[in-house]
C-alpha cells in the first residue's frame, strides 16, 4: 500500500486491532502545503489534538502509550477528493444542463442542482459507516 500521508502520534487507545491515536509529530509543515487542511483540523484545532481511528495489522501489537507510525494510502485520497468534491461537482453541472434542456428556467435548474447535490450528500451520510471502512488510517508500524 503506498502512504501518501504518514504521522506518527501516541496509542491513547486500543482494543484488539482498532486503535485510536492522538497526532503529535508536529507535521504542519507538511501539512499546510495541502489545500485540504482546514477539512482535516476543523474549527481552528491545533495537529497536537486531532485524534484519529487506525487499523493495526495482524502481526503488530499496539498498547496504550505507544508511539506508532499511522498512514493513509493515495488511491483512498484520491477517492475521497472524487466522493468530496468532482461528484457533487460533476452532479450540479449535469443537473443544470438538463433542466435547461428540458426548458426550466436558469432559477429552477440551479434550486433542482442544490437539491441535488443535498441529496447526494444525504445519501453519503445515510452509508458514512460503509464508506468508513475504505478510508481507515492504518498502523504501519512502532516508531
Request: aromatic content about 6%; some cysteine; hydrophobic content about 50%.
Amino acid at each position: 500500500m503506498s502512504q501518501g500521508v504518514t504521522h506518527t502520534g501516541v496509542v491513547v487507545a486500543a482494543d484488539g486491532r482498532n486503535v485510536k491515536v492522538r497526532i503529535d509529530d508536529g507535521n504542519a509543515a507538511g501539512c499546510a502545503a495541502c489545500s485540504l487542511h482546514s477539512l482535516c483540523s476543523p474549527l481552528g484545532k491545533n495537529d497536537d489534538s486531532v485524534i484519529i481511528l487506525a487499523r493495526a495489522h495482524d502481526s503488530l501489537i499496539v498498547n496504550e502509550g505507544e508511539r506508532v507510525i499511522v498512514g493513509i494510502g493515495d488511491g483512498a485520497q484520491w477517492r475521497a477528493v472524487a466522493i468530496a468534491f468532482s461528484l457533487p461537482c460533476l452532479l450540479m453541472l449535469t443537473v443544470v444542463v438538463a433542466g435547461r434542456f428540458l426548458g426550466f428556467g436558469d432559477d429552477i435548474s440551479a434550486l433542482s442542482a442544490l437539491i441535488a447535490t443535498v441529496v447526494y450528500f444525504g445519501v453519503l451520510y445515510i452509508f458514512r459507516s460503509r464508506l468508513r471502512v475504505s478510508y481507515r488510517w492504518k498502523v504501519i508500524g512502532k516508531a
